[in-house]
């Protein structure tokens, strides 16, 4: 991908769009770094909550990365200055309040190594434009164990310095921002990705709801609970047992995410204010997928589940459905 398909929906939110071929201004990288802290601050929210639902999880410490070769070759020398990559992968943002944060790592922090593993210095000018380092990372730091100290070594300015990070338990599961999609969101299991058109016009709190959608889907292995049962998504999926099966995921993670968000200090009754007020534009309105029930019928589904959350001051609160994510679908 590009880095104007990257950043061009998100540049609606500060200027118009320069020519392909033109550098693009500090105000492309900024409307991406807000946009993708806003989604971390999100992810951390309810993947920390939510730890004690989830039987795969790893050390969350709020600190989103990437990687230079992220950003098409013509746009990495302004992206080195934006972000100041000084190795191949760079903090984008921290997590107010989270572990990176409390350690004292900065954004535009450089990482050269995770515990032991070394990570490659800058690239060369014509690498391939991919995210296969930032992944690696990534996962690097999932495989930590959560209740030990993260030892991050930093180069900052120049200056090299080793920080220990004091993670916390938090669901499974990577967020990114899904572009050139508009308001589609989905889950695969493993990787949570929701449209660019949220972080346009919609509020954390509405966008909180459609991540803890997702994130249920995950929680529940629907992906792979569907695969194993040989589910058809393309033209078929809306009849007979695909449409039957798929529905009964797509309601398990309306009812697992409401309790997602109560857990991690939203008020349940967002989720159905959100499919009330803001479903008909999300799910297509008259055109959506009759995988899902209408905006109406989730919104009052939801409400009153809201209210019995809303009335049951214990945290966590675990659901039954949780218990359900090791059964196959029938």
């Known amino acids: 991908m590009t880095l104007t398909a990257r950043l061009l929906p998100l540049l609606l939110l500060t200027a118009a769009a320069p020519a392909p071929e033109a550098a693009p201004p500090p105000a492309f990288f900024e409307a991406l770094r807000t946009a993708d802290l806003r989604l971390a601050t999100i992810a951390y929210r309810l993947t920390t909550a939510n730890a004690a639902l ?47 944060d409390r ?24 690498a391939p434009e991919n995210a296969a380092s930032r992944d690696i990372a990534e996962a690097t730091i999932a495989d930590a164990t959560p209740s030990r100290p993260l030892r991050l070594t930093v180069l900052r300015q120049g200056r090299r310095q080793t920080i220990a990070v004091n993670p916390v338990t938090g669901c499974r599961s990577r967020f990114e921002i899904l572009l050139g999609s508009g308001l589609d969101a989905s889950a695969d299991g493993s990787v949570v990705q929701i449209g660019e058109r949220f ?56 009812l697992l995410g409401i309790y997602l968000l109560a857990n991690a200090g939203y008020d349940p009754m967002s989720a159905p204010a959100f499919w009330r007020h803001k479903g008909g534009t999300v799910d297509g309105g008259l055109f959506r997928s009759r995988t899902h029930a209408s905006s109406k ?3 009052d589904t939801l409400d009153a589940v809201a209210r019995t959350i809303a009335a ?7 659901p039954p459905v949780v218990a359900t994510r090791n059964e196959p679908l029938r």
């Open 103 to 126: 350690a004292g790592i900065r954004a535009n922090d450089s990482l050269a190594a995770i515990g032991d593993v070394a990570l490659p210095g800058l690239p060369a000018a014509d």
């Open 54 to 100: 989830c039987d795969r999880v790893q050390p969350q410490i709020g600190m989103p990365i990437h990687a230079l070769t992220q950003y098409g070759p013509a746009a990495r020398g302004p992206a080195a200055t934006a972000f100041g990559f000084e190795s191949l992968i760079g903090v984008e943002a921290v997590v107010a309040g989270a572990p990176a």
């Open 199 to 254: 972080f346009e016009g919609y509020t954390d709190a509405e966008i909180a709801v459609v991540v803890a959608h997702e994130l249920a889907h995950n929680i529940l292995r629907h992906r792979t609970r569907l695969d194993a049962v040989k589910i058809n998504r393309g033209l078929l999926a809306e009849l007979g047992r695909n449409g039957r099966l798929i529905r009964e995921t797509e309601d398990q993670a309306d």
């Open 312 to 318: 049951t001051p214990a945290r966590p609160l675990i």
């Open 297 to 299: 019928a989730r919104a």
